[in-house]
Structures are given as structure tokens and as C-alpha cells.
């Protein structure tokens, strides 16, 4: 995890680099049963693990900055995931066959 975050924090320096393997990464965590509405409870729950464990050395500045940060991942993610969704459709409706 920790070398996810600061994989995180130098990557989104470069976000047209990063966005087509996040959103490729959103792609699978549909397989592995991530809805949409999961990401938002993710965010929180990720966001305030940092702040708990950080303790007094925590700010509001980090706060708002992971709070951005995660917003732009997630985003990405969740485009992924919905192409994925989208094309799940797509498969069942042509009765299993990849258009």
C-alpha cells in the first residue's frame, strides 16, 4: 500500500501516461465484483486509515489533496469499469458471441 501511495503521488504528475492503467484496472475490478457505488466507501475508508495512522501529523491540506487524488483515480476506474460493464452487455446480448 504504501508503495501504491507514492507510486500515486509521482504518477499524477503524468496523467495521460497513467489514465489507460487505471481505467484498465477498473476494467478487472468489475470481475471481481467492485460495483461503483464501492469506490466512494474506498476512498473514505482509505483516506481515513492515513489520518488515523498519521495521528497528530496529519492536515486538512493532505486531506483535501488525497481527497483530489482519489478522485481522479477513481474516475479513471470507474470509466474502465463501466466499458466493461457496457461490453459485458453487449457479449450476453449477442448470446455470448464478441461482436
Not at 509521482?10 to 468489475?30: C, E, N
Not at 492536515?59 to 479513471?76: L, S
Request: aromatic content about 8%; some cysteine; hydrophobic content about 45%.
Amino acid at each position: 500500500m504504501v508503495f501504491c501511495r507514492s507510486r500515486l503521488r509521482g504518477s499524477l504528475d503524468d496523467l495521460p501516461r497513467i489514465v489507460p492503467t487505471l481505467r484498465k484496472l477498473g476494467a478487472r475490478h468489475v470481475a471481481y465484483g467492485a460495483r461503483p457505488e464501492h469506490y466512494l466507501v474506498v476512498g473514505e475508508v482509505l483516506i481515513a486509515s492515513m489520518a488515523e495512522i498519521a495521528g497528530s501529523a496529519w492536515r486538512p491540506e493532505y486531506e483535501r489533496a488525497w481527497n483530489a487524488a482519489f478522485g481522479i483515480v477513481a474516475g479513471a476506474m470507474l470509466e474502465g469499469a463501466r466499458a466493461a460493464m457496457q461490453e459485458e452487455g453487449d457479449v450476453a446480448a449477442a448470446g455470448g458471441r464478441r461482436t
